[in-house]
Each structure stands twice: as C-alpha cells, then as structure tokens.
C-alpha cells in the first residue's frame, strides 16, 4: 500500500467512525425522549454523554458499545425517570452519568429492594 492509500483508508476510517458516533449520539437524544422546550438542551446532552462514553472507551470498540447500550437501556426503562431528570435538570452531570454502575442507575425502589434482601 502506497502513502496515498493509507491517507484514504484513514479518512474513510474516520468518517465510518463519525457516523457510528451519530447514531449513538441519536440513540441517546430518542433515549432521553425530551419534551419541546427541553430538545436542544438533550441534544447537547446526548453529545456530551457520547464523547464521554468514547473518551473513556476509546481503546475498545467493544467496551464502547457495550456501555451505549447499557446507558441507553438505563434511559428508556420506565422505571428510572430519576435518571433522564437527573441529566435533563442538570443535578447529574454527564460525565457522572457515564461512570455510573448498573446499580448506581437502578430507581430509588430497586435499591431499597436489593438493601433489604442483602442485609437478610
């Protein structure tokens, strides 16, 4: 392969890379499933949650994915508003967000019920 071809091969490696992060970026933003007023503030969010998904996954593609479909799930689950509020109100923070556990996300009840089981 010549210096030309590499050059290409990179640039189409990036652009694949930015579309793959525009469709996360827009799984997020349909995830967060905002009201009118709040549309331009949950889509600064989605960017934000995305880029911070990426810088702290960017060495495994996998991993990446991975925590995309777990937040996302996370956000759509009826039972956690706690967490789309959070983020749309401004009391979580994306970043904080991100780094957040499976149990760090759980409503206020699961965690109540998990307590109870485990000090049993």
């Known amino acids: 392969m010549d210096t030309k ?9 990036e652009k694949l890379a930015a579309d793959r992060s525009f469709v996360d970026i827009q799984t997020l933003l349909a995830a967060l499933h905002p009201e009118p007023p ?3 503030k949950a889509e600064q969010l989605a960017e934000d949650i995305e880029k911070h998904i990426h ?11 991975t925590c995309v479909r777990s937040k996302v799930a996370n956000l759509r689950n009826p039972k956690s508003p706690h967490l789309c509020q959070g983020l749309l109100s401004g009391s979580l923070l994306p970043q904080d967000f991100v780094k957040m556990s499976v149990e760090d996300m759980a409503s206020p009840e699961l965690r109540q019920l998990r307590e109870e089981f485990s000090s049993q």
């Open 5 to 13: 071809e590499i050059v290409h091969l990179a640039v189409q490696m």
């Open 55 to 65: 810088d702290l996954h960017k060495t495994s593609r996998l991993k990446y994915k």
């Open 38 to 40: 709040d549309q331009l």
